[in-house]
């Protein structure tokens, strides 16, 4: 029998990814953050995607089961702290897989797991939860997996159920490209309030993407990195127009006032222009802004 995967992470691509583990033959266990959640998934037993079922098992963070086998794909900013809920639990030679948006996570949990098979993954894969453990598969697109550090055989056991699963040589490159769009859209649209389209309708807009890909290039060179073969903005544009009717992932949070990722993706690149001693003042601002919207939200909810 195969070794049971635990996920970390119960929102569309946990559950898409679960059902895709159950598939390839594997014992899956998703793991829920409260007593409602789990009593909600106890209903079900299972996860639907269409008219297709997935026996799945569910379990809380304090679960009998040692994780020798993690799949993390919480919100970026709730990593440290769901990660800290299962810490005892995950042995000190676990495979894990960190499939996220942004950056940051991904080297904080290599760091208080140094003994383990830690590798990345970055996903085009489109889902959205129209209930609970019921999800739609909106898009089907490829997830690459891969470490920075060495090739992990195992992870070529990841392509047998119905996901597009490619094994990545350059992950830290493919997750930087990730990180550079995202910087360039999400915090726009969000503070501005439009869809993706319109960054590249409005003149002022889209002088303001220009400057944050010229600043998100200025780091990426210091870090020895080259995106694309051409300019960042021109990938911008390119993906703003192809997702043009598109909200970004940032406003919609902000639409339903939950915290945004910010932190993981401009946040991460202003941290990193500071080391480098670099100035980023477009990233900047856009980074005090969202930040400021976040302030207000939080202030709101308090009354």
């Not at 809380?60 to 993390?72: E, F, M, N, S």
């Not at 676990?94 to 590798?119: C, E, F, H, Y």
């Not at 990730?178 to 807009?205: E, M, R, S, W």
Request: charged share 20%; proline share 4%.
């Amino acid at each position: 029998m195969k070794q049971r995967w635990h996920i970390l992470g119960a929102g569309s691509i946990g559950c898409l990814w679960a059902c895709h583990l159950t598939e390839s033959g594997y014992p899956v266990s998703l793991i829920l953050r409260n007593q409602q959640r789990l009593t909600q998934f106890s209903e079900k037993s299972g996860i639907q995607i269409g008219n297709d079922f997935f026996a799945v098992s569910a379990e809380l963070a304090d679960g009998p089961l040692p994780i020798q086998q993690l799949l993390v794909t919480t919100k970026a900013i709730d990593t440290i702290d769901a990660f800290n809920s299962i810490r005892e639990r995950v042995a000190d030679n676990a495979r894990v897989v960190v499939l996220q948006n942004g950056m940051g996570s991904q080297q904080w949990i290599k760091a208080q797991l140094p003994n383990a098979d830690v590798t990345w993954a970055s996903t085009t894969d489109g889902a959205w939860l129209k209930s609970p453990f019921s999800l739609v598969h909106a898009g089907k697109g490829f997830t690459r997996i891969g470490s920075p550090d060495t090739n992990y055989p195992w992870l070529m056991s990841l392509d047998n159920g119905f996901l597009n699963v490619e094994i990545d040589d350059d992950i830290s490159g493919t997750l930087w490209r990730k990180l550079a769009i995202n910087c360039a859209i999400n915090p726009l649209t969000a503070v501005h309030q439009c869809k993706n389209g319109d960054l590249i309708k409005n003149p002022d807009y889209l002088a303001t993407m220009a400057a944050i890909c010229r600043e998100v290039e200025l780091v990426a060179e210091a870090e020895g990195l080259r995106l694309f073969e051409g300019p960042l903005i021109e990938q911008a544009c390119q993906v703003a127009e192809l997702t043009a009717d598109n909200f970004s992932s940032m406003l919609q949070d902000i639409r339903h006032q939950r915290t945004t990722e910010i932190s993981h993706i401009t946040g991460y690149l202003c941290d990193l222009a500071k080391q480098h001693h670099l100035r980023i003042p477009t990233n900047q601002l856009y980074l005090r802004k969202i930040e400021k919207i976040q302030d207000d939200i939080k202030l709101n909810q308090a009354f």
